[in-house]
């Protein structure tokens, strides 16, 4: 006995939405939409039904309906409402899924429709500059290169400052691996559904043990029940180019200033030639990007596979990425809808051709007088290129090797594999109404191989006695890593509702391990078979460590309807990390929500559609500092260049090596009251957030009493730190119409950082150096002390004339004592941006749709080590036998010799940067309505507007050296969808 | 060296960068660069403070030095911890066990030293032993006349150890009862600096018996290569010749111990740029670190004749250096010293394609102790005052190229007095780790007694303060060591 169904779906202008797909959940029974919103399903068995209307970038609604034999059922009032809009929208957070409206958190999400468009590598490029009090700040412009991401600052001072990325519900080792800059880059960032960032510790201690520095969670696209089977292809071609050129002397100004300051040798080295050595090494580079994926489902299990491939290459010749990524998600119910099972695979397969950023720096300071090649015969084992030798051939000791050489001449390659998967059941039990088990178990395998190979012709691993035989010159080097992670989960979850309340209960145990394994290698001449050096030997043939974390956590949520929310969470977690007796940590966090709008006074409020107030609380821990066995006495094999000589023989030696057995947890505290706010049909929406996190029993590599242990710096629990800041985020949009539609979303985060305990600090005693620069070995511009900001530039403060030129070697003399040195280095400024700002439009008409994004740090300075080292005269004379070339810098300065400590090179790197603009189109159906094609052309870091007078004020860390510029990229991409 | 990994990589302590911290690099630095003997034209941190008289406790070259004093404590007593009676009849034979307790014994030897260069460097700080743990202890307070008395009675004590080899007993670059003769006799030497006590007897009597058990001075030349003297100082001065001179090297190779500090860091921070002056030491690279000033130059009444008295006088277009130097941080000015040569006594490089040295450093040699036994008697301590002038015309007789036990016309002085001892371990013993060391037993490293170029900075020389005789505490140990007290003036 079977009857049917029909309805329409709309969306919340109330046009019929097509294409919707429209199911009886727990069968295969359904259809999708037509062009006018309207569906009928036939043949439906009699009895009560759910059903499910989905579509991409929409929330999927269930509706309970109850179908009668041989009758007709009217299904009315479907209407989906786009993701972000919709309180309702479900929300991941540890170990499940809250509906939006009843987070207590500071949580948020970003779905792909939001993602930062244009050609992205890497999945944290997806939200950069969306999310306030998310700074990202990639590596450089090297294709996959490592990003710095700080949620809410530093809360550790040494140990690790990375959030804890949890991927389809897989913790991952965020470490990365031997081979790849960036362990994330293995992900492809097309396969991503939503990222979710949890801010605070009332939502981020259900992960405690590694929870301290926020939590990102990226759920990957998945198959819908009952999806029609679809195909979506997309392509994507970028040209990259150099925004932006070191400001260095050209050849003509080099060779004026040399001939009116140099001495008269110096002026005899002088070349003829006139190379731009940045333009030698800098290209215009290709990139493409090509995506397929199948989603839809078989048989009641819905299915998704991808296939993607990258080709990107580097601005810096030789600089290469190749990617091939493979995910498999499966997602079917069984038992009567009583068991879900997920599964997601996630392969990658990815070569690099590395390039040494130590190339870009040679290219800012080679001598421009010089050419890139020589036909010379003395050049000839060398390739051909010129380089600086001596009288009989042999290199120059100490002088810079010609880039373009050492780029063509080195060959540093890797291959790295990459799999993430789990099996998830969730298993909601027979005969117990809301009682769930679920069980994830999950693995993270990842393997890396590679190897460097500097040609015989290499300048900087010449060996003048391999002359006649050049496969004795060179240098071969091998490295390989193995990575296997082990995870199993399990929890029960039990919800319940007495009348206006509801209740949910949780309590789950984790096990993971965590397995670094590789081979070590000697190192060879380019023959591969003779030692570089020749007595070297292998004295360890590997490593392995293994972690393991084991914990135990749980939740309880209740709803007082819907208008009290309360959160609280605990966990408790071992690491092997630090010894029995102190290897467990407890972490406990509660969140209260106070969801206004509910109450009666505003229900009825048209213009506030969405008010509530949050407060949480939690404390969160930190273990992941130095090596894995650190509390243990170990002993360590010295190698073979390492011997000690006994006798006539040598031997290699057992090194004990320093230990802290009382190495345990830091932990860190967080407040955050936060405010959600809706007005006007939530047509203008968002949240304001303020928080103070204190990091206590601060694991920070400090001095141990001399003669106490077997180093004289170790790691341990000393000291505090504390991040204060406040947040605010805004959603608007102005305009809603059949045509126009404009959405703009503006985020601000400020953020204060200071040091509150270093443990003793005598006086006399400054504090700890951190920051080594360059050109001066063992010099540190960087200070960690009691109240300052974590790494504040410890600097001399820099006098200037009438004119506004500092005078050189002229400083403050800070204590009065009439000496210019250490003593007078005062604390000025600090690397890591005050405030980080965000602002994106997206404008739509019709069919075509125009969006941006502008990102902006303040507050911020940089070190421009470039200029510092370079930007004088001294250094341009080089060594007597070569000679360096200046940065334009020097016409400010006239500086002589080095400034290095001067404050002068502290540069307001604060900085406005258009990170996109995208402009798209929307062509609609094609192939007799059976297709669907979108086209796009996008720029990327469109405009840079700052003060910074270095290359990129963007440095993590601040300190500006050899940075691997970034490129500007133009994209063009289609999206064909069947 | 400096760690695990040759030459650089796996640290053995942090706050210095790995190369700059060996042990040999900074402890020759705080003994040379701060005298009349070298200056450096480097920039690196607190580099130029050596000279210039005006380093501080957060001088991190200071810390480093001290540092990697204390570090090398530490690995001795973890060493000697390791290896007890108890733990030795647990773990192994009794015959690898009397092995092992020959090594605990030389542990205790180094401990002793490097306890010493705490005394003379540091004058007071933390002392630490096998007994103390492991941890963030704070270990007690020693002064100086403690550490005396704690060197000399391990000194002693090792002297008359069975475990601890007989002299000239024990293979190449390991130490025996000569090696703690001799510490004994440079300790009781400078005892009157240390703890106001004169120990010249005991000093003449240690040093004599270290020269009377069979040492002998290196009196063959390396024809084209190198004189007798000059051949201590090559790439295989561990062979017969030199050797026999030698009582403790640290032994060094080119390829198999790596380091940037050792006499790696001697070679090539000596050498310039100058590709003649980088063959003559066997080296195809220069750090160009290194000038002496006039005061050793002058030590020197003809260099054509003493044959230890090599100097590098050409400047990089081989025009002529100047003794005097105009400018303290211009390399070119001042002369070069030709000593630490990285070339076999056949002439040939060892530097390999990675220019490591392969010279071992003298850290006991024969002719030390016969100038210290010379000093001691001269000093009024009990000896034979013939016997001290013979020695020291020995010593001169091999330097001017002349047989030993002749009598010499050129070489020879007639009688001894304090200032030529001075002069002549100056011009025996420069670049050998002793002249800070000297100049304050002499009351001339702080004071207007003696001005060098550049001394405390300025061109002429200027006497500083005494309190600079001791190196400050680093604050960086101050502020974790309730116990410590900083030395006066700092």
Not at chain 1, 429 to 437: M, N, T
Request: neutral net charge.
């Amino acid at each position: 006995q079977t009857g049917s169904l029909s309805g329409q779906v709309v969306d919340e202008k109330n046009q019929g939405m097509p294409g919707v797909t429209v199911l009886i959940e727990g069968t295969s029974l359904g259809n999708s939409t037509n062009s006018d919103g309207t569906y009928s399903i036939q043949n439906v068995p009699a009895g009560p039904h759910t059903l499910i209307t989905s579509f991409v970038g929409f929330n999927s609604q269930r509706i309970p309906v109850t179908v009668v034999a041989g009758q007709n059922t009217a299904v009315t009032g479907i209407t989906l409402g786009e993701n972000t809009t919709l309180l309702n929208e479900a929300v991941v957070v540890g170990y499940g899924t809250q509906r939006r409206q009843d987070v207590t958190g500071s949580v948020v999400a970003i779905s792909s429709k939001d993602f930062v468009q244009g050609q992205v590598t890497n999945p944290e490029q997806l939200i950069q500059g969306k999310i306030a009090g998310v700074s990202i700040t990639s590596g450089g412009g090297a294709p996959g290169s490592g990003s710095t991401v700080r949620i809410r600052g530093n809360s550790s001072l040494n140990a690790n400052n990375d959030p804890l990325y949890v991927i389809d519900g897989v913790p991952v080792d965020k470490d990365g691996i031997s081979g790849s800059s960036n362990p994330l880059s293995l992900i492809n960032p097309n396969d991503i559904e939503t990222v979710t960032v949890l801010k605070d510790a009332s939502a981020t201690a259900i992960y405690g043990n590694r929870a301290a520095n926020g939590v990102i969670l990226i759920t990957t696209k998945k198959g819908l029940q009952g999806e029609k089977l679809t195909v979506n292809v997309s392509s994507q071609t970028s040209v990259s180019r150099r925004a932006n050129t070191y400001d260095v002397l050209t050849a003509q100004e080099y060779t004026d200033l040399v001939r009116t300051k140099g001495s008269a040798s110096q002026i005899a080295r002088l070349g003829t030639a006139s190379t731009d050595w940045q333009s030698e090494i800098f290209r215009t580079a290709a990139t493409y990007d090509n995506n397929v994926s199948l989603t839809g489902s078989v048989k009641n299990v819905p299915f998704r596979v991808s296939y993607g491939n990258l080709y990107q290459d580097g601005i810096v010749i030789t600089n290469n990425l190749k990617r091939n990524t493979g995910s498999v998600s499966l997602s079917p119910v069984l038992f009567d809808n009583h068991l879900r099972i997920d599964v997601n695979a996630k392969g990658s397969q990815v070569t690099n051709r590395f390039i040494d950023n130590g190339q870009v720096g040679n290219a800012v300071l080679y001598d421009p007088t010089k050419p890139v090649r020589g036909s010379e015969s003395q050049f000839a084992p060398f390739g051909g290129y010129f380089q600086y030798l001596q009288p009989d051939g042999i290199p120059v000791g100490l002088a810079p090797g010609n880039p373009v050489a050492a780029l063509n001449n080195t060959n540093n390659v890797s291959d790295v594999k990459r799999l993430i998967g789990n099996v998830q059941f969730d298993y909601k039990i027979h005969g117990v109404e809301g009682l769930r088990a679920n069980l994830n178990l999950g693995t993270d395998i990842a393997r890396g191989d590679g190897n460097t190979t500097n040609s015989s012709q290499d300048f900087g691993n010449y060996n003048p006695k391999a002359i006649g035989n050049a496969n004795l010159s060179g240098r071969y080097t091998q490295f390989n890593q193995k990575k296997d992670m082990r995870l199993l989960e399990s929890y029960l979850a039990y919800a319940r509702q007495l009348g206006g309340t509801k209740f949910d209960v949780q309590g789950g145990y984790s096990y993971q391990d965590f397995v670094n394994k590789g081979d070590n290698f000697l190192a060879f001449r380019s023959d591969r078979t003779t030692l570089f050096n020749p007595e070297d030997k292998l004295t360890v043939p590997g490593y392995y460590s293994k972690l393991v974390l084991v914990s135990f956590f749980g939740r309880a949520t209740v709803n007082v309807k819907d208008r009290y929310l309360l959160t609280a969470t605990w966990r408790n977690d071992n690491t092997s990390r630090f010894r029995k007796g102190v290897r467990s940590g407890q972490f406990p966090a509660v969140g209260l929500g106070w969801r206004i709008k509910g109450e009666e006074f505003l229900a009825n409020n048209a213009a506030i559609s969405e008010l509530k107030l949050r407060l949480g609380w939690g404390r969160t821990g930190q273990q992941d500092i130095g090596g894995v066995y650190d509390y243990l006495p170990r002993y360590s094999l010295s190698n073979g260049s390492g011997q000690v000589q006994l006798g006539n023989g040598t031997t290699t030696t057992l090194r004990p090596s320093g230990y802290n057995r009382d190495l345990t947890w830091e932990t860190t505290t967080t407040w955050n009251a936060g405010l959600d706010y809706g007005f006007l049909d939530n047509r203008v929406s968002g949240s304001i957030d303020v928080y103070e996190r204190t990091s206590r029993d601060l694991l920070a590599q400090i001095n141990v009493p001399a003669g106490g242990n077997l180093t004289n710096q170790l790691n341990a629990n000393i000291g505090s730190l504390r991040n204060r800041g406040i947040e605010f985020n805004i959603n608007g949009s102005p305009v809603r119409s059949a045509d126009w539609n404009w959405d703009l979303n503006f985020n601000v985060a400020y953020n204060e950082n200071e040091i509150t305990d270093l443990g003793s600090q005598k006086e006399g005693f400054v504090g700890y150096s951190v920051g080594g620069i360059p050109g001066n070995t063992g010099s540190f511009i960087q200070l960690n002390t009691i109240g300052a900001a974590s790494s504040s530039f410890f600097v001399r403060k820099q006098v200037y004339d009438s004119n506004g030129r500092p005078l050189e070697g002229v400083y403050v003399d800070q204590n009065g004592d009439g000496i210019i040195n250490p003593n007078d280095n005062y604390l000025y400024k600090q690397p890591a941006p005050k405030a980080v700002l965000g602002f994106s439009s997206n404008v739509a008409y019709k069919q075509l749709n125009l969006s941006f994004l502008l990102r902006s740090n303040v507050g911020n300075y940089t070190y421009n080590a470039t200029a510092a080292n370079l930007a004088n005269l001294t250094n341009a004379q080089g060594s007597t036998a070569f000679l360096i070339n200046i940065p334009s810098d020097i016409n400010n300065t006239g500086f002589t010799t080095q400034q290095f400590f001067s404050d002068y090179y502290i540069q307001n790197a604060s900085f406005l940067r258009c990170e996109n603009i995208t402009l798209g189109y929307n062509v609609g159906k094609i192939f007799s309505e059976k297709a669907n094609l979108r086209l796009s052309a996008a720029v990327q870091n469109a405009f840079l507007v700052t003060k910074y007078e270095g290359v990129d004020p963007e440095i993590s860390g601040g300190i500006d050296n050899n940075f691997y510029p970034r490129a500007r990229t133009f994209t063009f991409g289609l999206n064909l969808g069947i | 060296l400096t760690g695990q990994q040759g030459p650089a990589g796996s640290g053995d302590i942090g706050g210095i960068d790995e190369g700059t911290s060996d042990y040999l690099r900074q402890f020759w630095s705080a003994q040379e660069l701060s005298t009349d003997e070298a200056l450096t034209n480097w920039t690196d941190p607190g580099i130029r403070d050596w000279h210039n008289m005006n380093w501080n406790s957060n001088n991190p070259l200071i810390t480093g030095l001290y540092s990697r004093i204390y570090y090398e404590i530490a690995i001795c007593n973890e060493f000697i911890r390791e290896s007890s009676d108890e733990k030795l009849a647990a773990r192994l034979s009794s015959e690898d066990a009397a092995k092992v307790k020959q090594y605990r014994a030389e542990a205790r030897f180094l401990r002793a030293v490097s306890y010493m260069h705490a005394l003379d460097l540091f004058g007071n700080g933390p002392f630490v032993t096998e007994n103390d743990p492991v941890g963030f202890f704070q270990p007690p307070y020693y002064t100086r006349p403690q550490f005396f008395a704690f060197v000399e009675q391990e000194l002693t004590a090792l002297a008359a150890d069975a475990d601890f080899a007989a002299p000239r007993s024990n293979e190449y670059a390991r130490v025996d009862k000569a090696a703690a003769w001799a510490m004994l006799s440079r300790l009781y030497l400078n005892a009157q600096v240390y703890t106001g006590t004169a120990r010249f007897t005991d000093a003449a009597i240690q040093a004599k018996k270290v020269i009377d058990a069979g040492y002998a001075l290196n009196t063959t030349a390396a024809p084209n290569v190198a004189s007798a003297y000059g051949r201590l100082f090559l790439a295989d001065n561990n062979t017969a010749s030199a050797r026999a001179e030698i009582i403790w090297p640290v032994a060094l190779d080119a390829n198999k111990t790596q380091s940037y500090g050792g006499t790696t860091f001697l070679v090539n921070g000596s050498t310039g740029p100058n590709p003649e002056w980088q063959k003559a030491t066997g080296q195809t690279t220069n750090w160009a670190g290194f000038r002496t000033t006039k005061g050793l130059f002058n030590l020197f009444a003809d260099t054509a004749l003493d044959t230890r008295g090599r100097f590098w006088t050409k400047k990089v277009d081989n025009s002529k250096r100047s003794v005097e130097i105009a400018d303290h941080y211009a390399f070119e000015d001042g002369l070069g010293v030709l000593k630490y040569r990285n070339v076999s006594s056949a002439g040939v490089g060892q530097g390999g394609a990675q220019n490591f040295s392969s010279i071992d450093f003298p850290m006991i040699r024969l002719a030390e102790v016969m100038l210290t036994y010379a000093e001691a008697v001269t000093r009024g301590g009990t000896g034979d005052a013939n016997l001290a002038l013979t020695y020291v015309n020995q010593i001169r007789r091999r330097a001017y190229a002349q047989p030993i036990n002749t009598a010499s016309t050129i070489a020879d002085v007639s009688s001894l007095s304090l200032n030529f001892i001075l002069d002549e371990r100056g011009r025996e013993l420069f670049w050998e780790g002793y002249r800070r060391t000297d100049l304050i037993r002499f009351n001339r490293f702080t004071t207007s007694a003696y001005l060098w170029p550049w001394k405390g900075g300025v061109k002429d020389g200027k006497a500083v303060s005494d309190n600079l005789n001791l190196y400050p505490i680093p604050s960086s140990d101050l502020s974790v060591n309730q116990n410590l007290k900083q030395n006066p003036g700092y």
